[in-house]
């Protein structure tokens, strides 16, 4: 405060040095940012993706609004997409209804042509399609709803390796524009959007949205309330002054660090902000405290600092502490969510405790009335939990046994295409899927032989047709793409379409034949590499599944491996997809941050005691830290139930926050004890100097963590609930429960006037 000139020049140095690093920082927005890179599942289905060719895909999915895809404008809008749609960036395949290879023998053997061919959308053609793909499983269910409500037309794409969000989105507005162009040259029908490249693209442009809106609306927000708050504008700004500059030293370091921006990162301004202004509400309701007690503005600023600086410093350790502890996480982009934070939080309360007096000295002394109408409310409702507290203590205790019992209900469940909200575009096509086709959800099963040419054995071939029956039979599934069906029908073909000889060939040789055949007559673009590999070592077989939770998915997976283990002890198989790989993380995510929330709860327990001083304290500390979770989570099974990858970091990442409320009053609560005041009086005491502090910074972090619950990302607005939730719960735990447990507790020395420690 003695030379606030030259802080503030430090301080806007210190920025533009950190700053230039935010000109390094770039977005991500692919799948693969959620996975590390030797992630087992992650290596599994790259290895598929080598030995195959990839399935990352764009899918148009056709609605008539009769439903009927049986229409001549439906057969010449699936023909003239299928055509447009080999020009997506990228694009090495497309296949739709129109494309399909058809088989079939004539005089001079096997002929193989398209369904659909331009022009041919006359009833009589209609009625033949219609017909002849009646029995072929290969085609219903994947290409048209079993419903023949709606066409699929299915391109995949040949993504390169590395940084492929720039690609994604190139793709993706393609994609869009194709969906225009024929829903306004065609407008009975609509067209939606779906597969693993467009899920991409919407993390890319969900994350995008949020950081051009939820930033900048979530500043006015703080803004006004902390103008509201403080009945300051001045306070106001110098608040946003020291929070822009928190952010762009944040930023600046993570560029400088090389962390890329990410679905998760790309909020930490907005963490960061709400963190960073507990802080200084801390300093200024303190400092505007004294003035109002008469004091000289630097004598109110000087106490202001003295009285909050254990707190502040303690509260942003354990902030810190338990964003640090996301580093448990198996997910690298919540890793780096938790590290950016810390840093922030860090440098928020060495800017507050430094910036933020410097400018204040500058500015003029606040105009304060007399008596402030909040401080009354707030020593009203202190007084009134001091009269009542025997009464608050037992409802808080069956309030928080109701919660612990309704935690029961929830269960982990990540599905990764239901990240994004019902308003999200994707997510639309998602439900649209489902309902039509049964779900977009696949896992591809990988038979490896071992030996080239191996899947013409037909001793292989039949359990690979075993496994696609048994796929078949089970509930979840909706569909199964398989190679045995190829191979069978070319039988039939070669039998004159006898539908007796459906059945696997006899012999090696004469599928291989047959296979070589079939292979010479496709055209570019529709070759067998989806399902064999090059050297016919090994074979592909993708089903489709309704949108399972995570632990449905992995136990298809297991059980799906036990069965073929127990046919097929000599095969490999393996199973992949980008599904499954979010199945797998979720779970592991869940197992890793349960010790980091034992880590923190450890960490920040031990630091609090020690801040304290007070083994007896440090319980209490832990005992109200702890409750908000409880009930949070109590409330979350109420209320839903299914834990997904951002909900399963909230215990770490909240406790080191929710601290901030009961340290504050507990440090105020034990002051008094120390100046020999009785229990009473030092509850009021802590009410008194802290109690508005502690309203005013729950409703600001309510309202900036309340700005994530407007995003279309679901990991972003279940976090933003959940964390509102507990925030919300400790504020009451510590205005109501706290100090009536501190009566109850010292009830004993309410005559003496010895220390609480």
């Known amino acids: 405060?003695?030379?606030?000139?030259?802080?503030?020049?430090?301080?806007?140095?210190?920025?533009?040095?950190?700053?230039?690093?935010?000109?390094?920082?770039?977005?991500?927005?692919?799948?693969?940012?959620?996975?590390?890179?030797?992630?087992?599942?992650?290596?599994a289905y790259e290895e598929m993706q080598n030995v195959f060719s990839k399935s990352e895909n764009v899918t148009f999915l056709i609605l008539p609004d009769s439903e009927n895809v049986y229409q001549p404008e439906t057969f010449e809008l699936i023909h003239a997409l299928t055509e447009d749609a080999w020009h997506i960036p990228m694009s090495n395949r497309v296949e739709s209804l129109s494309n399909y290879q058809y088989t079939f023998a004539d005089e001079e053997g096997l002929v193989v042509q398209d369904l659909i061919r331009k022009g041919?959308?006359?009833?009589?053609?209609?009625?033949?399609?219609?017909?002849?793909?009646?029995?072929?499983?290969?085609?219903?269910?994947?290409?048209?709803?079993?419903?023949?409500?709606?066409?699929?037309?299915?391109?995949?794409?040949?993504l390169p390796e590395g940084d492929q969000t720039p690609k994604i989105m190139k793709i993706g507005a393609f994609a869009r524009e194709l969906k225009e162009k024929y829903e306004t040259a065609y407008p009975e029908h609509k067209i939606y959007l779906s597969g693993i490249v467009t899920m991409n693209d919407a993390f890319a442009l969900t994350a995008q949205d949020d950081a051009s809106t939820l930033i900048p609306l979530m500043f006015i927000i703080i803004a006004v309330m902390i103008a509201l708050l403080t009945r300051s504008k001045a306070a106001s700004a110098v608040v946003l002054v020291v929070v822009g500059g928190t952010i762009v030293m944040t930023m600046g370091i993570?560029?400088?660090?090389?962390?890329?921006?990410?679905?998760?990162?790309?909020?930490?301004?907005t963490m960061v902000t709400t963190l960073a202004v507990a802080d200084c509400l801390h300093i200024i309701v303190t400092y505007r405290q004294k003035i109002q007690q008469g004091l000289a503005k630097e004598q109110a600023l000087a106490e202001s600092i003295v009285l909050n600086?254990?707190?502040?410093?303690?509260?942003?350790?354990?902030?810190?502490?338990?964003?640090?502890?996301?580093?448990?996480?198996?997910?690298?982009?919540?890793?780096?969510?938790?590290?950016?934070?810390?840093?922030?939080?860090?440098?928020?309360?060495?800017?507050?405790?430094?910036?933020?007096?410097?400018?204040?000295?500058?500015?003029?002394?606040?105009?304060?009335?007399?008596?402030?109408?909040?401080?009354?409310?707030?020593?009203?409702l202190g007084g009134w939990v001091i009269s009542n507290h025997r009464r608050i203590l037992p409802y808080s205790v069956i309030i928080l046994t109701v919660s612990l019992l309704f935690c029961l209900n929830n269960r982990l469940n990540d599905v990764a295409v239901e990240y994004f909200d019902l308003s999200s575009p994707f997510r639309q096509s998602v439900e649209i899927q489902k309902k039509y086709m049964g779900g977009m959800s696949n896992i591809d099963f990988a038979v490896y032989t071992g030996e080239p040419y191996g899947i013409n054995d037909p001793a292989v071939m039949?359990?690979?047709?075993?496994?696609?029956?048994?796929?078949?039979?089970?509930?979840?599934?909706?569909?199964?793409?398989?190679?045995?069906?190829?191979?069978?029908?070319?039988?039939?073909?070669?039998?004159?379409?006898?539908?007796?000889?459906?059945?696997?060939?006899?012999?090696?040789?004469?599928?291989?034949?047959?296979?070589?055949?079939?292979?010479?007559?496709?055209?570019?673009?529709?070759?067998?590499?989806?399902?064999?590999?090059?050297d016919k070592s090994g074979v592909r077989i993708i089903a489709v599944l309704e949108n399972l939770g995570s632990e449905e998915f992995t136990e298809f997976e297991a059980r799906t491996k036990r069965w073929f283990g127990k046919l097929a002890p000599e095969l490999r198989l393996e199973a992949a997809s980008p599904a499954l790989m979010f199945a797998h993380i979720g779970a592991r995510n869940m197992e890793s941050m349960v010790w980091g929330s034992v880590a923190a709860l450890v960490v920040i327990s031990l630091l609090i005691t020690l801040a304290l001083r007070s083994w007896r304290l440090g319980i209490v500390s832990l005992m109200a830290n702890l409750m908000p979770a409880g009930v949070g989570f109590g409330i979350w099974g109420m209320m839903s139930g299914?834990?997904?990858?951002?909900?399963?970091?909230?215990?770490?990442?909240?406790?080191?926050?929710?601290?901030?409320?009961?340290?504050?009053?507990?440090?105020?609560?034990?002051?008094?004890?120390?100046?020999?005041?009785?229990?009473?009086?030092?509850?009021?005491?802590?009410?008194?100097?802290?109690?508005?502090?502690?309203?005013?910074?729950?409703?600001?972090?309510?309202?900036?963590?309340?700005?994530?619950?407007?995003?279309?990302?679901?990991?972003?607005?279940?976090?933003?609930?959940?964390?509102?939730?507990?925030?919300?719960?400790?504020?009451?735990?510590?205005?109501?429960?706290?100090?009536?447990?501190?009566?109850?507790?010292?009830?004993?020395?309410?005559?003496?006037?010895?220390?609480?420690?």
């Open 309 to 380: 600086l254990k707190a502040v410093l303690l509260t942003s350790g354990t902030t810190a502490i338990g964003f640090l502890m996301l580093n448990f996480a198996e997910v690298p982009i919540l890793s780096h969510l938790g590290n950016l934070t810390a840093v922030g939080v860090v440098l928020a309360c060495i800017l507050s405790l430094t910036v933020l007096p410097a400018m204040l000295t500058l500015l003029p002394a606040p105009r304060v009335k007399e008596q402030n109408g909040d401080d009354t409310q707030v020593k009203k």
């Open 642 to 757: 299914e834990i997904n990858m951002a909900l399963s970091v909230e215990l770490s990442m909240t406790m080191g926050i929710i601290v901030d409320d009961s340290v504050h009053f507990l440090l105020k609560y034990q002051a008094a004890r120390k100046d020999n005041m009785n229990v009473r009086d030092s509850v009021e005491y802590a009410f008194r100097t802290v109690g508005r502090a502690m309203i005013t910074t729950t409703v600001v972090l309510a309202a900036g963590f309340g700005v994530l619950l407007l995003s279309d990302f679901r990991l972003n607005s279940d976090m933003g609930l959940m964390t509102n939730i507990i925030f919300i719960a400790a504020l009451f735990i510590d205005l109501l429960f706290l100090p009536s447990f501190l009566m109850w507790l010292d009830k004993d020395k309410n005559k003496t006037t010895r220390e609480a420690t």
């Open 254 to 269: 993570a560029g400088w660090w090389g962390i890329f921006l990410s679905p998760s990162t790309v909020n930490v301004p």
């Open 120 to 158: 041919q959308t006359d009833e009589a053609h209609i009625r033949w399609v219609r017909e002849v793909i009646e029995p072929i499983q290969n085609l219903r269910g994947r290409l048209i709803s079993d419903n023949e409500a709606m066409a699929v037309i299915n391109v995949t794409i040949q």
């Open 462 to 534: 039949k359990e690979v047709d075993a496994l696609a029956k048994w796929l078949r039979s089970q509930p979840e599934v909706k569909h199964v793409l398989s190679f045995a069906d190829i191979i069978k029908r070319l039988n039939m073909n070669m039998h004159d379409d006898d539908p007796a000889y459906f059945t696997l060939p006899e012999s090696k040789d004469l599928a291989a034949q047959y296979l070589l055949l079939y292979e010479m007559s496709l055209p570019y673009g529709l070759d067998l590499n989806n399902q064999i590999d090059i």
């Open 1 to 43: 405060m003695e030379k606030p000139k030259t802080v503030i020049a430090l301080f806007l140095l210190a920025c533009v040095i950190t700053g230039f690093g935010a000109g390094n920082l770039y977005f991500r927005g692919d799948y693969k940012v959620f996975f590390e890179p030797d992630d087992p599942q992650k290596l």
